[in-house]
């Protein structure tokens, strides 16, 4: 019973931490929000990997679809139309340009954010880019 009485003076003399549950919960909190954001930047970087790679896919199955259309010289149908009619089904918007054989896509997708949405960033934009080239076969010649 001593013992514990000359503690509690001890504590008191050196200064009593009792107080300091206040400061843990500010330290807690800002814990808490650095590991929400380190967080949010590890889930939505890997969604925007994710949203790059579909770009630059959708950009060269895009490519691919007016160089076929540029080697089987289709009845009239310009290859800008055939590259935006891909892009229409696959719901993004780019552009194409044609020069020879070669036919360049570039494309741009807007995905969702999942944590960073809560910090004022709902989407991210991102563009991909492809091209194909006109192989023609000797019948087609």
Do not use: C
């Amino acid at each position: 019973m001593i013992r514990s009485r000359v503690w509690v003076g001890f504590r008191r003399r050196a200064g009593d931490d009792t107080g300091s549950a206040g400061g843990l919960a500010l330290v807690s909190l800002v814990a808490a929000m650095v590991l929400l954001l380190v967080r949010g930047v590890i889930v939505d970087g890997g969604a925007r990997a994710a949203a790059a790679d579909r770009a630059n896919r959708v950009a060269m199955e895009a490519a691919r679809a007016g160089a076929q259309s540029l080697a089987r010289a289709d009845q009239g149908v310009p290859v800008d139309q055939v590259v935006q009619q891909y892009l229409a089904t696959e719901n993004v918007t780019g552009t194409s340009a044609v020069d020879g054989d070669r036919v360049d896509v570039t494309v741009q997708l807007t995905a969702p954010t999942k944590v960073l949405g809560l910090i004022g960033h709902p989407n991210i934009q991102v563009t991909g880019s492809g091209f194909a080239y006109a192989i023609y076969s000797p019948a087609d010649e």
